[in-house]
Each structure stands twice: as structure tokens, then as C-alpha cells.
């Protein structure tokens, strides 16, 4: 039997096909990026916490020792956080290692959800505590926000100050100090809870249905491509016999 497809059909199968085939290829690498993530982390918090310094952040997770004091006076409320419905802030505080002074390090320590309020107008009153903190959990490499608009971080006057995303590098810039270029997750803090829970909400197992579905597409695209073309030259070879 002879094939026959549509000039058209042809075009839409060519434009679609690969974007399919790429799709469920992106989506089996992001589940293989996901199992990676979770070794290393299940790793991380079976080994002993090493003491945090810049030396030691070049893993994507570390169970760490962090010890210094808050800067009470500069604290972040890491915006659009829900948590049973309602609507908050992570309040995300600097913990110095160092001391006060231009060449003090810190790193900011997720210290949990805090509800948004009565309005977005009036932010909700926060405080960390003043003595010397030991602060021993997951020091993770915040993920890059999925978009932006432009790459300068603008911040409004006053403390704490409301951010979208919790980058170190863009956050310091408010500071007047280095930030370590993680997060700090307190063990057995429920915020190190729910960020666990979300992740592997959407595990691997996530993506590896993404991509069947991408992949199913691409051979329903194939299979309707054939099957057109094929009956599209049965109907021509028919109407060449009645001829």
C-alpha cells in the first residue's frame, strides 16, 4: 500500500515531533537530577554536621554546624509561603559567624512560617533571639527563582524587608555583608519537615509520568501521521480505479 500524507500533516508532524521526544527527555533527566538530589541529602543527614564556613558550601546539601549571633535588627520575610491555607512568610535571618563588622560572614537560617497578618500592608511583628545560637541542620543551595525580570534585587526602606526568592548573593546587597551561598534548615524544625514533604510530593516518579505522557503524545503524533497518510492513498488509489 502506498503512503500518501497531507503537505500539512507533514509540517505539524516534523514542528511537534521533536518538541515531544525533548520534553520526555528533559523530564527523564529532571527525575534523575531528583534521585541525585535525594541520595545526597539522605546522605547528608546520616553523616555528622561539619562546622559551616565558606570553605565547606560547595555541596549542593551539608549537614552543618552553624554557631554565632542573629542580627536582629536585619531580618527577611520570604514572600507568598502557605501553609493549611493560609497565607505567610518564611522569616529567613542572618546568623553571623564571625562577629559584627564589614567582614563578617553569615548565613541566613530558615527559622519557619509566620502568618502574613490583617494585609500585605502590615507586616508581621518578628524577632530571633539576642544570646549566641548553635544552629545545626541542612545547609542547602537555594534553587534559582523559574523566572525573573530583571536581574537587580530592589528593596524597600525599613526592616524586615519582603523578598521572592531566598538568594543569598542578591540578599546581602541589603546587608552591607557576605552571606554563605546557602540555607540553613534546623533539624527537626517543621519547616525542614514540610520542605521534605514537598519534594518528594514531586519525585521522580513525577517526572518519569511527565515523560510517558510526552512520549505517548509523540506516538499518537507518529501513529495518526501514518495511518492519515496510508488511508489518504487508499481513497487516491480508489477514485484513480472508478476513473
Known amino acids: 500500500m502506498r503512503f500518501r500524507p497531507a503537505r500539512v500533516q507533514t509540517v505539524v508532524t516534523v514542528l511537534l515531533l521533536p518538541c515531544f521526544i525533548a520534553l520526555g527527555v ?22 555528622a554536621p561539619q562546622l559551616l564556613d565558606a570553605a565547606s558550601t560547595g555541596k549542593p546539601s551539608l549537614h552543618a554546624q552553624a554557631q554565632g549571633r542573629y542580627d ?53 511583628k518578628v524577632s530571633v533571639p ?15 527563582p523559574p523566572f525573573h525580570l530583571t ?31 546557602v540555607v540553613l534548615y534546623p533539624d527537626g ?8 514533604r514537598s519534594m518528594h510530593a514531586f519525585g521522580p516518579s513525577r517526572h518519569y509520568g511527565y515523560a510517558a505522557q510526552w512520549f505517548g503524545f509523540a506516538a499518537i503524533l507518529v ?6 497518510g496510508f488511508k489518504r492513498a487508499k481513497i487516491g488509489e480508489e477514485k484513480q480505479w472508478k476513473a
Open 26 to 47: 528533559w523530564q527523564m533527566h529532571r527525575a534523575a537530577e531528583k534521585k541525585q538530589l535525594f541520595a545526597a541529602e539522605a546522605a547528608a543527614e546520616q553523616a
Open 72 to 124: 536582629t535588627h536585619h531580618l527577611f520575610l520570604l514572600d507568598n509561603r502557605v501553609r493549611d491555607g493560609r497565607v505567610g512568610y518564611f522569616l529567613l535571618a542572618p546568623l553571623q559567624l564571625g562577629g559584627a563588622g564589614p567582614n563578617t560572614k553569615a548565613v541566613l537560617v530558615n527559622l519557619g512560617w509566620v502568618p502574613q497578618g490583617e494585609s500585605r500592608q502590615k507586616l508581621p
Open 130 to 144: 539576642e544570646t549566641p545560637q548553635t544552629v545545626t541542620g541542612l545547609a542547602l543551595t537555594p534553587d534559582a
Open 151 to 181: 536581574n537587580r534585587q530592589e528593596f524597600a526602606s525599613g526592616w524586615p524587608k519582603v523578598v521572592q526568592n531566598a538568594q543569598p548573593g542578591q540578599l546581602e546587597k541589603a546587608l552591607g555583608y557576605s552571606l554563605l551561598p
Open 189 to 196: 524544625s517543621e519547616v525542614a519537615k514540610d520542605r521534605n
Open 223 to 228: 501513529g495518526i501521521y501514518l495511518l492519515h
